[in-house]
């Protein structure tokens, strides 16, 4: 195989690995506002236990983010800069959101304070909305593909990008995410949370079934290759077993279906594209993996890098989650230990 | 301003506001990895306290610095597409390589560290702080492989049908001689950094503890962090010393303009005398002969640049002339290029970088007698020089990266003027910027970065100055598995060590 094909799956596979363990960190952050209930402390704990189910992860999974940006640049420089500088509104968007999310996860509990809480919890939702649903969006433009010109740089503006295709693979991942976030928290939960979870799931499923089964199909038909209607049915199927599993609570078999979905979708994705890394309208200006890549001596390079760390990391992160299997119930949550800003300790004698 | 000026000011402030995070985690990660051991293998829990103490402080600047840091990876292709375009097949490998050898492991281990406390064997978890400690590390010896091949472009060549950079040698890329000298010079700034912020807060506790009439818990838990922080500074002041010679030294070969604008060194001359102090109008390259040096050290310069007293250096008047007539008199547009940096920002920031690096000695100095020998230290002063010196080595820091990075001007990839070197492999930095990025979309961009991590200043530096003056718990008791207390069959029923 040809070495730019082999760092068009790499990268593929990286992105699989960052909408599969973000989308669930996404959805959990998205329904902290809808899966909590009753008073201020109740509220409180039950958003604990949802944080904390992602708590010593979330960081690991968001780095197959950078991964894939900074393999993309080793590999594709020219679809790298084409595609960031293209995207450059969405992207500084999706930048912002991951800003204040990253600093909201960790210091929410440093200060002992309601409102410093629900500002955090705030940043936590924004923070796992706006990529979730422009995540969709850019890939949705990838599939559909955009104006370049004969110097591969795209010239269609920031409107052009909110087209109604692309509109709908938002709407896309938001739900898969939200339903993939549901159903971790399904299985990763115990008490009310657990509960509202599973029942959220069993109708979250549903809609996603009917939304991203239109899009898939949409997708295929207008800008996929034959083969790929492997993935739209893998995707479609997974969707089915999902929503069928979540009715029966049946927490692992749910999670693995969403998962599988996810995989699926980059399938679907990335095979619509190859063997372009971005399709133009004029398919003489796409970028293909050919013309878009490296030499393939940085590519030879890279590849061994790859192939020794990536087995590495797959088997660390996944040490990690066996770590920290057990479900996260409300009354594990330990009591406030955050400080406040107001009060100051005071010695026994005072400072002379 | 152009979008090149707006793209430039942009890149500065995230990178500057990155980098005041960067060297605390860089250099306290493995300080926080050194107290825990000590616990691990003393059992006294002072050790313990401190641990959980500076390890929150870690925890909350680490926030912030993976926060600014997202960006930095997307920037390169945003806002500076066709130096990406450029450099990208050899620049793109060390980002990669960063990313899969540092990134994943920093993050996924700092979880483990965070949330395993009672859920790891003591030794695991002790092994999971120092995978943190030498990912940090490794993450800094990647990127500044990066940024040493935009000063001093090695193991690559310029193709002309592609009009860019292609690697030849990641061998030669990852011990360029620049990196060799700017990574322990990054790192000794990290860890002096690090020493400072541990001496700094630990002498102003033991200050206040001593005139509270609390002289044994000053000696008992802060003394030896004042004293870890002294080693560690006297280790690392000497290393950034050495190191920055060593870099100098390669700079008057590499990047001669960098280093005549430093001094403002108009002219050709030898016996050259180091300027302490200057004025005049120090702007652009054309009004480096109105300079006035007031206070000089005789043939200092001509020493520090080749270990010769005697030596000649080039002046930037004859540098500009070479470079007008080896890279051209005039740029796309028909505007004549300034091959010389703005000697304002050379000249002061590297002044500014050597002396704020002097606050960390004041501090060493001090904390260093006032120990001496078991003692601790009542007087006010110490403690107000303690809080006075955490801000200095990160002045220090921001000031030598101004340096480094607006000296490299106007040049993003600089050309490498050694005999047999990289023919072709430069880029001005006019030429590197997006084309289809409009002014006002990078304006945007900013406006909201910069707003954005103004905020976030402000509440890093409250939650660090509230942890700070809280102290180190009274008592903390032993949360592993391996403490007979803690039966880790129950763990699971047991609340968390660690929750958001």
């Not at chain 1, 370049?148 to 269609?156: E, F, P, R, S, T």
């Not at chain 2, 395993?116 to 800094?140: E, F, M, Q, R, Y």
Request: charged share 15%; with cysteine; hydrophobic share 50%.
């Amino acid at each position: 195989m040809e070495l730019t094909t082999v760092w068009f799956l790499l990268i593929a596979v990286l992105w699989t690995g960052y909408l599969v363990l973000e989308g669930f960190d996404f959805g959990v952050g998205m329904l902290l506002g809808l899966l909590s209930r009753g008073d201020r402390a109740t509220k409180d704990r039950d958003r604990r236990v949802m944080i904390n189910t992602i708590g010593p992860v979330w960081d690991g999974n968001e780095v197959w983010l950078l991964t894939a940006g900074g393999a993309t640049f080793a590999a594709f420089p020219e679809w790298y800069a084409t595609m960031f500088s293209g995207f450059y509104l969405p992207l500084l968007l999706i930048l912002l959101a991951l800003i204040v999310r990253v600093v909201a996860f960790e210091w929410r509990g440093k200060i002992d304070d309601p409102r410093w809480r629900s500002l955090a919890d705030r940043c936590l939702m924004v923070g796992s909305w706006v990529p979730a649903v422009l995540w969709g969006v850019a890939f949705g433009n990838l599939v559909r593909g955009v104006e370049l010109d004969a110097d591969h740089q795209y010239v269609g503006g920031f409107w052009a990008l909110l087209n109604p295709f692309a509109l709908l693979g938002g709407a896309t991942t938001a739900l898969i995410f939200l339903t993939h976030g549901a159903v971790f928290l399904a299985l990763k939960s115990d008490g009310d949370v657990r509960v509202r979870a599973g029942a959220f799931a069993a109708r979250a499923s549903v809609v996603t079934l009917v939304v991203a089964g239109a899009w898939a199909v949409w997708a295929q038909l207008a800008y996929s290759v034959p083969w790929t209607w492997a993935a739209v049915v893998v995707a479609a199927g997974a969707l089915v077993v999902l929503v069928v599993a979540a009715q029966r609570r049946k927490e692992g078999l749910a999670f693995t279906a969403s998962a599988v979905a996810i995989v699926a979708a980059v399938v679907l994705i990335f095979g619509s594209m190859y063997p372009d890394v971005m399709p133009a309208f004029d398919p003489a200006n796409s970028l293909t993996v050919t013309n878009a890549s490296s030499t393939d001596y940085t590519l030879t390079v890279m590849t061994w890098v790859a192939a020794f760390l990536t087995p590495l990391v797959l088997l660390y992160q996944g040490w990690t989650y066996w770590v920290f299997r057990k479900r996260i119930s409300a009354d594990r949550i330990p009591d406030h230990t955050g400080l406040t800003f107001e009060k100051l300790p005071a010695l026994s004698t005072p400072d002379k | 301003m152009d979008t090149l000026d707006v793209a430039r000011w942009q890149f500065g402030i995230t990178t500057v506001y990155h980098f005041i995070f960067v060297p605390l985690t860089i250099g306290l990660a493995p300080l926080v990895a050194i107290m825990q051991t000590a616990w691990v293998r003393t059992g006294n829990e002072r050790w313990l306290r401190l641990t959980k103490f500076f390890g929150k402080l870690l925890l909350i600047n680490f926030a912030i610095g993976v926060a600014t840091g997202i960006v930095q990876e997307f920037q390169f292709g945003m806002a500076w597409s066709e130096y990406s375009r450029f450099v990208g097949d050899v620049f793109g490998a060390p980002l990669a390589m960063e990313a899969l050898a540092a990134f994943f492991v920093e993050s996924t281990f700092l979880g483990l560290w965070i949330f395993g406390w009672d859920k790891l064997p003591k030794k695991i978890h002790l092994a999971c702080i120092w995978a943190v400690a030498i990912a940090t590390n490794l993450s800094a010896y990647f990127i500044l492989a990066a940024n040493s091949w935009m000063q001093h472009p090695v193991g690559a060549t310029f193709n002309e049908e592609r009009g860019r950079a292609e690697m030849t040698d990641i061998g030669a890329i990852l011990t360029n001689n620049t990196l060799l000298a700017a990574f322990p010079h990054t790192i000794s700034a990290a860890f002096l950094t690090a020493g400072t912020f541990v001496a700094g807060i630990a002498a102003w506790w033991m200050v206040r503890l001593v005139r509270a009439g609390q002289a044994d818990k000053a000696r008992d838990v802060y003394r030896p962090a004042v004293v870890l922080g002294v080693i560690v500074m006297v280790i690392s002041g000497v290393g950034v010393a050495l190191s920055g010679d060593q870099q100098a030294k390669l700079m008057f070969e590499q990047q001669p303009t960098k280093m005549a604008a430093a001094e403002a060194l108009c002219q050709t001359t030898s016996s050259v005398p180091f300027s302490i102090l200057a004025i005049g109008p120090l702007g652009t390259g054309a009004d480096c002969d109105k300079v006035t040096h007031l206070l000089e050290i005789p043939g200092a310069l001509s020493f520090l640049a080749t270990g010769d007293f005697s030596a000649t250096l080039q002046g930037t008047d004859q540098l500009q002339q070479e470079y007008e007539e080896k890279f051209g008199y005039t740029d796309a547009n028909g505007e004549p290029i300034s091959y010389i940096p703005n000697l304002a920002v050379t000249y002061w920031g590297f002044r500014l970088m050597i002396g704020f690096a002097l606050g960390s000695a004041a501090l060493a100095l001090v904390a260093f007698w006032v120990t001496r020998k078991g003692r601790v230290s009542g007087n006010v002063w110490v403690g107000r020089l303690g809080i006075a010196a955490i801000a200095t080595p990160f002045l220090a820091s921001s000031f030598g990266w101004i340096f480094t990075e607006m000296g490299r001007q106007p040049w993003v990839v600089a050309p490498n003027p050694n005999p047999g070197g990289v023919d072709g492999v430069w880029l001005l930095t006019a030429r590197g910027v997006s084309t289809v990025t409009s002014t006002g979309t990078v304006l945007t961009s900013l406006i909201a970065f910069t707003l954005l991590y103004g905020v976030l200043a402000v509440f890093w530096y409250r939650l660090m100055h509230r942890y700070a003056i809280q102290g180190v718990a009274d008592s903390e008791h032993d949360p592993s598995p391996d403490n007979p207390e803690n039966d880790p069959d129950t763990a699971h029923e047991r609340p968390l060590s660690f929750a958001y």
